[in-house]
């Protein structure tokens, strides 16, 4: 694993709780969750999910080009105009996923840097991962960085809120409904952030990045004891050259099932050894909805946003999430211009 060092200087997204990163951001902070009603049926009831509000004639494959443009060109005016060729690197969803409903990767890639007016790297490249693609990407950024890359773009969309995805989710009984109280909220998002291999004013830090396999997945009859994640937590900690106590909190990507918060609970009882008043922790998915291949790149900007505005509980986060295999990463985050003591 690359110990390059690498800083987040660009954020960008596009949410159903906002149409930039500020306002997502200010409605994540205030509780404030725009689910609402769609036109699908679960159970015989109406889905309730995090849906993008935008105007008819944006479906299909421009809706896709026009979420992430905008998620990546906000990104970019915050780091500034790049010299050389911009490697970037979009998170997708899996194709094997119904309903997934993306073009090719030569029209993704093209279609953005015409979108964006940038030349592109030829190591730009879209990684079909689904709920993992986001951290895929952030671990290949920082990779390039080590191979003499200055700057790296992820974009990420993704859009549980199609159709076909629908109707596959509620068959594995994974959409909150009357009948599945242990279930959660679909949503659809773009995220983008810009890493690069040297610090702006202002910017994040990549402390520690760990990675993780979990072998005990959803549905095992199996004793879920958190291994993947605790090893994901150790190496981030580790690299990161402090202590998980001394983190100041930390935002967790769970969807509001009962495995991902046992997954949590477990992971932090073992890893965190010493007594602490409080270790908050925040949620933030619950307000966006689940956005698959969105989601770090998303909770990366919201832990960006909480440093910029100084409403953070501290100048460091542990960031967590997993694939929906058992794939798992960590992350520690710390503000180059900390204002704690």
């Known amino acids: 694993m690359s110990t390059q060092p690498a800083f ?4 960008g997204m596009v949410s159903a709780a906002g149409y930039d990163a500020a306002a997502s951001c200010a409605a994540v902070r205030a509780v404030i969750a725009n689910i609402t009603e769609t036109g699908f049926l679960v159970d015989g009831q109406p889905l309730y999910a995090a849906q ?34 911009l490697i970037m ?19 993704l890639l093209q ?63 994974r959409l909150l409904s009357e009948r599945q109280p242990d279930g959660y ?4 998002a773009a995220a983008a952030i810009v890493i690069s291999a040297v610090p702006a004013p202002g910017c994040v830090r990549v402390a520690g ?21 605790c090893a994901a937590i150790r190496a981030a900690v580790a690299e990161s050259g402090q202590s998980l106590a001394q983190v100041g909190w930390r935002i967790a990507g769970v969807r509001g099932d009962q495995y991902d918060f046992t997954e949590d609970a477990s992971a932090i009882g073992r890893t965190l050894r010493q007594v602490r008043p409080r270790f908050d922790i925040w ?3 619950d307000r966006l909805g689940e956005i698959g291949a969105a989601v770090l790149p998303a909770l990366i900007t919201i832990a960006v946003h909480a440093f910029r505005r100084q409403y953070a509980p501290g100048p460091s986060v542990l960031v967590h999430l997993g694939g929906d295999g058992g794939e798992r990463m960590a992350l520690i985050l710390e503000h180059t211009e900390s204002a704690w003591p």
């Open 111 to 173: 279609g953005l840097a015409t979108d964006l007016a940038v030349q592109l790297d030829h190591r730009s490249r879209v990684l079909r991962l689904g709920r993992w693609a986001g951290a895929a990407a952030l671990d290949a950024a920082r990779q390039e960085l080590a191979g003499g890359g200055d700057r790296v773009l992820v974009v990420a969309y993704d859009s549980l809120l199609t159709g076909p995805t629908v109707s596959h989710l509620a068959d594995q009984r």
């Open 8 to 11: 987040i200087t660009g954020v």
């Open 283 to 285: 949620t933030s998915l």
């Open 209 to 229: 990045l760990g990675i993780g396999t979990e072998p005990v997945l959803r549905g095992s009859e199996r004793r879920l004891r958190a291994d993947g994640l």
């Open 52 to 85: 993008i509000a935008l105007p008819n004639d944006l479906r299909g494959h421009r809706k896709i080009h026009t979420l992430l443009g905008c998620a990546a060109a906000e990104a970019l005016g915050e780091a500034g105009p790049a010299a050389s060729p």
């Open 89 to 107: 690197i979009v998170a997708v969803a899996e194709p094997e996923r119904p309903g997934a409903l993306l073009p090719s990767d030569a029209v």
């Open 185 to 188: 909220i679909p949503g659809e």
